[in-house]
Each structure stands twice: as C-alpha cells, then as structure tokens.
C-alpha cells in the first residue's frame, strides 16, 4: 500500500521534467531548420529545390547534381531568443494531488528564459563522374535551449532544458537525365539533453504526510518543511545514437522552374541516463523513514524525432530575378506521450501525454543577382507550432506560431572562394501559458512575449 502511493508523485515529477521538455527551438516545435546561411536569406524558401551549394544535402539530396566537382561548406548560425514571461496568477493547491489542503498564490519572479546558441553546420559534395555525386554534411536537425533563475515563478516547471543533436549525413546523388535527378542520404544522429527544475519538497512533504501512514501526523512541521519554501532541486541526463534517412528528387519541369521533392525520416532515440536530485536536510530525514523516494537512478526514455515532407519551387524570370517557394510538412503528432523508465524496481513507469499536431510551414523569398559576383535575397516563412493548447505548453517550449522576416547576400571573391550571410527575424505570436505540475499542483498561468534574431554566416569553396 505504501510503495503504490509513494511512488505517484516521483513518477509524475520525472515524467513532468523529462517529457514536458524535451527541446525548444526556432522552427516550431524542437526542430532547427537553420542548417544554411544562404537558405537564411530567404527564410529556407525553395529549399529543397534550389541547390546554390553543397547545404543541399541536408534539404534534398538530389540538389548535389547541380554542383560541379568538389564544394565545402561551413557555416555557423548565432541564435538569440527572448522569450519573456509575465505571471499572471500562478497559483498552488497540493489539493489536486491529495496532498494537505495548502493553497495560495505562486511567488516568484518573472523571467526571460531565452539563451543565445551557435549552431555550426558543415558539408561536401563531390562529382564522381557526370551523372554520380557524393557528400556528407554535419548538422544539428534539434536543439537549443532556455534557462531560467532558480527564483523565477515557474521554477517547478523547468530551470534549464538543453538539448544537443549532431546528424552525420552521407548522401548520394544520381542525375537520370537533365530533367530529373535523384538523391539519398543516412543519417546517424546523437542526441545529449540536460534538463532541470526545482522541487518543492515542502509541498510533497505535506502530502505523503497525509498520505502514508507510517508518517507520523506532525513530522514535516517539525523537520521544518515550508511549502515552496523547502526547495530542492533534479536533473536528469540522457543520451543516445539514432538513424534515419532522407530522400530527395529535382525535376526540371520547365527550362526556367524547378521542382525539389524531399522527405526525412522519423528518428527513434532510445535516452539512456540518470535522475539526479537535491534534497534538503529537513525531507532527508523524512525520506529516512523508509520511504524509497528521490534517491538518484538511472532512467531510459523513448522519444520518436518527426518526419517531414517538403515541396519546393524555384523559377528564374531571367539571369537577375528569381522567385522561389516551399511547403513543408512536420509529423509532430508522434510526440504524443513520453513513457519514463526506472531502473529502481520501486518506481513504475510513468506515462506523459504530449498530443503535438501535425504542423506546415510555408515559406517565399526572391533572390536578385545584378552580376556574377554579388547575389541578394529576401523571405517571409510562416511556421506553425503544433503545439495549440495552453495547458499542454511547457516553460520548456513556450513557442507559438511565428512569422519570419529575412534578408540575406552572397559574394563571389574568387572562382573558388564566396561567402554568404543571412539575417531572420522571428515574430512570435504571444503565447498564454497554463502549466500544471501534477506532483504538487503548482499551476504556471501567464503570457510569453517573444521573438528570435537569426546572424548566419557561410564559408564557400570550391576545389
């Protein structure tokens, strides 16, 4: 009877802290589609169909037919966010859980959890004969981060969430014919996530005191445990290597327009890690009492990474004026629950429901060559976040749908040298916010105002 009862609140903390986390990023949801600095400039509008560089490998594969002999990219990517969070009546009742009746209103400050990234990229291509090309590109497909102060009103929710991906990308390329060109690629992916937020032991204290009766009435007043005034602290860490694929095709339907079809698999992480916690003095000696929670373990999650589908066009109007579009397609609907595996056999799995949707992102731009050495781009992108309900957002992901600003140049130093650079800027809907810590039954209610800055840059090689 004890074991099944104590075990609710550190299943639903862990599963809370893990899977209401995962990621935050700037396309929507935890994807990063800044994997080119001259896509930049036209906020990745014809992607999948332009193929101006060896960052083709990552969009469509296929595009590498279209780069004679060898080419290396390198590019780096500066994100700032702001993502700044106005309380507006975060409240307390440890009630919703079972716990003793302590209610009232959440203290804590307000905070601005965005924390600027870089994001490197690199890739080569290389023409094995007139119709075979080769390449590899490195990456980073999800990631970023937010981090908060460990005083700030939603400290139950989260504190610091960072994700790291790198995706190791070999692809091939095959032009059929001058109309159409196929590509593939592998993709082996390492994801590393370090995820944290505070515990208010006091409040869990008061309710397994009133829940287990080998608690005696009284023990956490005396051990000195105040609601949201006992803090203590968790982490977890994971890890894990992934595969996938992508696949692409480029059709030249007309002498001036282009067509670029791509796909990217689903990639299914198997997170291997640990739960880490901090644990006042005062609950300690609770804990002490034979009650086998928030002792340190290790964990394992699954967690399924999306497909996407994109179409792009590109058409030329003459040797300056282009104009080019996409539409991309992102299965976020396979983040629909998280399940937490302990390894401690006291502690049942826990299962967290997500229910993302399904999301697109549509996206134009316009590039302007007035020479053969200097080319000039601008872009709107409209991303949708597959995240629509307030009381499924987490301080984690406080994204919204977002509309995107860019503009963007190349310059051709040499026949072997150029650079590009490109500039976002995202406007992010104002995101309300109802989380709930079913542990506890802290409730963060309050507005996001936030918006991102992209800088990119690109080195071009020719060899």
């Not at 169909?49 to 490998?57: F, N, P």
């Not at 690199?122 to 094995?128: A, D, G, I, P, R």
């Not at 397994?208 to 949201?228: D, H, K, R, Y």
């Not at 020479?371 to 919204?400: C, H, L, M, Q």
Request: aromatic share 10%.
């Amino acid at each position: 009877m004890i074991k099944t009862t104590i075990r609710k609140p550190l299943g639903l903390l862990i599963g809370g802290l893990v899977a209401a986390s995962s990621f935050s990023a700037h396309s929507a949801g935890f994807a990063i589609i800044e994997n080119s600095a001259s896509g930049m400039g036209n906020a990745f509008a014809g992607a999948s169909a332009v193929a101006e560089d060896a960052s083709t490998i990552f969009f469509n594969p296929a595009g590498m037919t279209q780069l004679e002999g060898s080419q290396a990219v390198m590019a780096g990517h500066v994100i700032v966010p702001s993502a700044d969070f106005s309380n507006r009546g975060s409240y307390i009742n440890p009630a919703l859980t079972g716990g003793a009746p302590v209610a009232g209103t959440l203290s804590g400050s307000d905070d601005d959890g965005g924390e600027t990234a870089l994001v490197p990229n690199f890739y080569f291509s290389t023409q094995l004969s007139d119709q075979l090309f080769a390449g590899v590109g490195v990456n980073a497909p999800f990631g970023l981060a937010t981090d908060y102060d460990k005083d700030w009103v939603g400290r139950y929710h989260a504190i610091r969430s960072e994700i790291r991906t790198i995706n190791i990308n070999p692809s091939i390329a095959y032009k059929v014919n001058d109309r159409i060109s196929l590509g593939g690629g592998i993709s082996a992916q390492y994801i590393d996530a370090t995820l944290s937020n505070n515990v208010d032991f006091g409040t869990i204290c008061y309710g397994l005191e009133a829940q287990i009766p080998q608690i005696p009435t009284g023990s956490c007043a005396a051990a000195g445990m105040v609601p949201t005034g006992s803090d203590g602290y968790a982490k977890v860490k994971g890890s894990d290597w992934g595969f996938g694929f992508n696949i692409g095709a480029l059709i030249q339907v007309a002498d001036h327009t282009r067509v670029g079809l791509a796909y990217r698999s689903h990639v299914k992480q198997n997170l291997e890690g640990d739960a880490d916690f901090r644990v006042p003095t005062g609950f300690q000696a609770i804990l002490n009492m034979g009650i086998p929670l928030f002792s340190d373990t290790p964990a394992t999650a699954d967690v399924d990474l999306p497909e996407s589908a994109s179409v792009s066009l590109v058409h030329a109007f003459n040797d300056q004026w282009a104009i080019l579009a996409d539409a991309t397609w992102t299965r976020w609907s396979r983040f629909d629950e998280l399940v937490i595996d302990y390894d401690n056999p006291a502690q049942p799995n826990t299962v967290q429901p997500e229910n993302w949707d399904n999301n697109m992102r549509y996206s134009l731009g316009a590039t302007y060559r007035p020479n053969n050495k200097w080319v000039f781009r601008a872009g709107w992108a409209y991303d949708e976040t597959p995240i629509s309900k307030t009381n499924e957002r987490t301080p984690r992901i406080p994204g919204n749908d977002r509309t995107w600003v860019a503009v963007g140049l190349g310059y051709q130093m040499s026949d072997k040298l150029g650079f590009d650079m490109g500039y976002s800027h995202l406007f992010i809907d104002d995101t309300d916010l109802n989380a709930l810590d079913h542990s506890t039954g802290h409730q963060a209610v309050g507005v996001y105002e936030s918006d991102v800055n992209i800088f990119s840059a690109q080195l071009n090689y020719k060899f």
